[in-house]
């Protein structure tokens, strides 16, 4: 059997992304980042040694994690800002596009977090790099769009920015201690859609220059 090293390049890819996609079912599963390498070995049914050649170390699997849980939201966030719609109806798209990311990656900002305040410098700056200056860059743009067009109030993107993101870490934050007693966790895919619809209306009310 070809080890990993010798393997063709499509195999050493369908690894990485095993040792990704087994460590995010973890995360979800178990409701936090603390994940061990014996566990995620486990779980993907590969030697953990291997973690070390596609990744370099532990902190390294985790920002590929993130990164590959981010990088369609990025994408479509980069098209939206283009896109010949209202400004009102890009930051909808937005901040449902956002929720969405947080209900299939719930652990996303806590492992943005732990990296960019205790990882290595190289992996910082791939998670500030990639996922939060261009976050923010993008949002930003839509939020002075809707300014400039009179639909939005004339509000701090920053901050913004900040409670947009607080508003989904606390959905989150409420549905693994709420538990069954308040069907969050447990909410139908219907379900968790009309709360999203809510979240995001009462996000754009307050941005919103045509409030009564």
């Not at 393997?7 to 990485?16: E, F, H, V, W």
């Not at 070995?41 to 532990?58: E, M, P, T, V």
């Not at 985790?62 to 098209?79: G, I, Q």
């Not at 308040?182 to 979240?199: A, D, F, K, N």
């Given at each position: 059997?070809?080890?990993?090293?010798?393997?063709?390049?499509?195999?050493?890819?369908?690894?990485?992304?095993?040792?990704?996609?087994?460590?995010?079912?973890?995360?979800?599963?178990?409701?936090?980042?603390?994940?061990?390498?014996?566990?995620?070995?486990?779980?993907?049914?590969?030697?953990?040694?291997?973690?070390?050649?596609?990744?370099?170390?532990?902190?390294?699997?985790?920002?590929?994690?993130?990164?590959?849980?981010?990088?369609?939201?990025?994408?479509?966030?980069?098209?939206?800002?283009?896109?010949?719609?209202s400004p009102s109806k890009k930051m909808e798209i937005h901040l449902t596009g956002l929720m969405h990311l947080y209900w299939r990656h719930p652990y996303i900002n806590v492992l943005c977090q732990y990296i960019l305040r205790r990882g290595e410098e190289k992996y910082r700056q791939e998670i500030e790099k990639k996922i939060m200056?261009?976050?923010?860059?993008?949002?930003?743009?839509?939020?002075?769009?809707?300014?400039?067009?009179?639909?939005?109030?004339?509000?701090?993107?920053?901050?913004?920015?900040?409670?947009?993101?607080?508003?989904?870490?606390?959905?989150?934050?409420?549905?693994?201690?709420?538990?069954?007693?308040?069907?969050?966790?447990?909410?139908?895919?219907?379900?968790?859609?009309?709360?999203?619809?809510?979240?995001?209306?009462?996000?754009?009310?307050?941005?919103?220059?045509?409030?009564?």
């Amino acid at each position: 059997m070809l080890s990993d090293v010798e393997a063709p390049k499509n195999l050493r890819g369908d690894t990485r992304l095993k040792f990704i996609e087994s460590t995010s079912a973890l995360m979800v599963e178990m409701g936090s980042t603390d994940v061990t390498l014996l566990q995620i070995a486990a779980r993907s049914g590969l030697n953990s040694a291997l973690i070390k050649y596609h990744f370099g170390n532990k902190d390294g699997l985790l920002t590929a994690v993130a990164l590959h849980a981010s990088e369609k939201n990025m994408e479509a966030l980069s098209e939206l800002v283009e896109a010949k719609i209202s400004p009102s109806k890009k930051m909808e798209i937005h901040l449902t596009g956002l929720m969405h990311l947080y209900w299939r990656h719930p652990y996303i900002n806590v492992l943005c977090q732990y990296i960019l305040r205790r990882g290595e410098e190289k992996y910082r700056q791939e998670i500030e790099k990639k996922i939060m200056q261009p976050f923010i860059q993008f949002q930003n743009v839509i939020i002075r769009q809707g300014i400039e067009s009179g639909e939005f109030r004339n509000v701090d993107p920053e901050m913004t920015f900040y409670i947009m993101r607080g508003a989904c870490d606390s959905l989150i934050d409420a549905s693994q201690q709420m538990g069954n007693a308040y069907r969050v966790r447990g909410m139908s895919q219907t379900e968790r859609l009309e709360y999203t619809h809510e979240v995001v209306n009462m996000l754009l009310y307050g941005i919103s220059n045509n409030r009564p």
